[in-house]
């Protein structure tokens, strides 16, 4: 198939199977105008990728995963842990929004809202103000 059809099968942009393709991730065979072939297998790999970076795994996750699970001799332990991994990161980005969040509510309920120029919002943007 070619990779339009690839793409449009796995939920991807062409330029993002492109970029697999480039890095190694999947590796069509080649026809002989030199235009990609993408098998059955290809299409089922880009979407096992797009499904892994959809929940947030980096290429070089998406790289292992992908050899984990073409590994029939792999030890479910090795994918438990990218994926508690994967928890923690997620885990350490919420508490950093949540902080975030703390921080911006603290500058909103500061300021009055009103017609006067002075504004606690700008004033913590600027680094005015004390630490928010």
Same mark, same amino acid.
């Given at each position: ?17 492109? &970029? ?14 030199g235009y990609r072939d993408y098998s059955d297998q290809d299409a089922h790999k880009l ?7 959809? %929940? ?8 292992? %995963?992908?050899? %984990? &699970? ?31 969040r703390a921080s911006l509510a603290h500058l909103v ?12 919002? %700008? ?10």
């Open positions: 198939m070619n990779i339009q059809t690839a793409a449009r099968l796995a939920g991807l942009p062409v330029k993002t199977v492109r &970029y697999y393709d480039e890095i190694g991730l999947v590796r069509p065979a080649r026809r002989p105008n979407r096992f990728l797009a499904r892994a970076r959809s %929940l947030g795994f980096s290429i070089e996750e998406c790289r292992q %995963l992908l050899s %984990l &699970y073409e590994d029939e001799s792999r030890a479910s332990r090795d994918v438990k842990r990218l994926a508690e991994e994967r928890i923690a990161q997620i885990d350490h980005k919420i508490d950093e929004l949540r902080a975030l309920e500061a300021c009055h809202g009103d017609e006067r120029p002075d504004c606690p919002i %700008l004033e913590g943007l600027a680094g005015k103000g004390g630490d928010h």
